[in-house]
């Protein structure tokens, strides 16, 4: 099921879109909102795989909204104001429907969605997979894995993952020597499924390389300067077993 997420001002408009997604089959709707700042909320705490998204609302409009978003989900912009279809497309919106739009309209724009969301989901399983073989009978290739990012495969070494940290269906992988994180369409529970027992996952949005983590302060790790990463309740038993198990006494 493609999860589903409505946001519209206009409390009748808002009504007809949440109908209109109640008859798609393959649509699972998890929330409809009246401002984009209530649907940022549901995005820091659910996975949203699309957004039907109006465009003027007020405090924050809906293009702002996907804009501001650091991985946004697929997006469809609803909207009674046609000059907005052009830009639009270039914050990558699946499509656009020009209010009034009709129930066909609606399945169209469906039915985009659902193809889009197919081949996203065929390059997460072709990225991570099977490790491949270096040839003839030689051991799997264990220590690097692929990653679809943008436009780009891209090869990752294990051993330089610092951190890896979940944002919606995407990842964020914190690489030593990179300034900037890899974003990668992937669920966390494949890479912690993926990663050697030299990680552990330490929160819902955090999994560590422990070979990297620095220091243990309360309820927090610290892999680096300005690098905080919070100790959820339900893995702390795991990571104290952990650290009592390497800590020297006298």
Known sequence: MIKVLAIDDEPLALQQLVAYIRRIPFFELCGECMSA?????ILEHEVID???????MPDLNGMDFVRQLVAPPM??????YSEYAIEGYRVNAIDYLLKPFGLQDFQRAALKVKAQYELRNRDVASAVGAPAVAGGDSEPDNDTFFVKTDSRTVRVSVSDI???EAMSEYLKL?????PRPLI??????????FLPDTFMRIHRSYIVNLLKVTEVNKNRVIMGPDEYLPIGD???EQFENYLSNRI???
């Open 248 to 250: 020297l006494t006298k």
């Open 75 to 80: 997006v469809v912009f609803t909207t009674a």
């Open 162 to 164: 610092r951190y890896v």
């Open 234 to 236: 339900s893995y702390r």
């Open 50 to 56: 699309v957004l039907f998204c109006d465009i003027n």
């Open 174 to 178: 914190h690489l030593e020597g990179q």
């Open 37 to 41: 700042l209530e649907a940022q909320d």
């Open 184 to 193: 990668t369409y992937l669920s966390m529970k494949k890479m912690e499924e």
